[in-house]
């Protein structure tokens, strides 16, 4: 059985880092997929509650382990330096069930400018802090939104993956 716990977005919440990690506890996920923007807030949002990048610094490194992430466009070098498991590629691909999964931000891959793919292949991106399942042409494109700062009405949310099945 393969489970992933599927999160974006925290922008150096520690509020939100909190819940979201009381939350991989009680999932037991195998791994903890992060689609960047994990510490800094951005130019264009709103600092989230508790905006404590150290203490949310902390409570990845001590996960460090279970995470497989992406950079997002508000992630840089210097948050590199303090975080304890790689943050930089703008895309991984990973294999679950038998299917393909390219996972990344969305600023650079999105479901309108996919990276080559085959068809059945799950995108996995965030960016846009809004809560997306759907199936395009050839390939099916999931957002979880964000665990922090979610846009356009939407809950702060992660999604799981078990046994072929996204869950909100």
Do not use: W
């Not at 009381?22 to 997929?33: A, D, H, V, Y």
């Not at 689609?35 to 996960?63: C, F, I, Q, S, V």
Request: proline share 4%.
């Amino acid at each position: 059985m393969i489970r992933y716990m599927i999160a974006s977005d925290l922008h150096g919440s520690s509020y939100y880092g909190k819940m979201m990690f009381e939350r991989l506890g009680e999932e037991q996920p195998l791994k903890l997929i992060l689609l960047g923007d994990l510490l800094y807030h951005g130019a264009r949002n709103d600092l989230p509650e508790k905006y404590d990048t150290r203490a949310l610094t902390a409570m990845l490194n001590a996960h460090k382990d279970r995470i497989l992430a992406v950079r997002g466009n508000c992630d840089s070098e210097v948050d590199q330096m303090v975080l304890e498991f790689p943050i930089m590629a703008d895309y991984l691909e990973l294999f679950a069930d038998g299917r393909p999964f390219v996972v990344t931000h969305g600023h650079l891959f999105d479901e309108h400018s996919m990276i080559p793919h085959t068809r059945g292949t799950v995108l996995l991106h965030g960016h846009t802090h809004v809560t997306v399942m759907e199936r395009c042409t050839d390939f099916y494109f999931m957002n979880p939104g964000s665990v922090s700062l979610p846009k356009d009405g939407t809950l702060h949310t992660y999604m799981t993956y078990e046994d072929g099945v996204f869950s909100l």
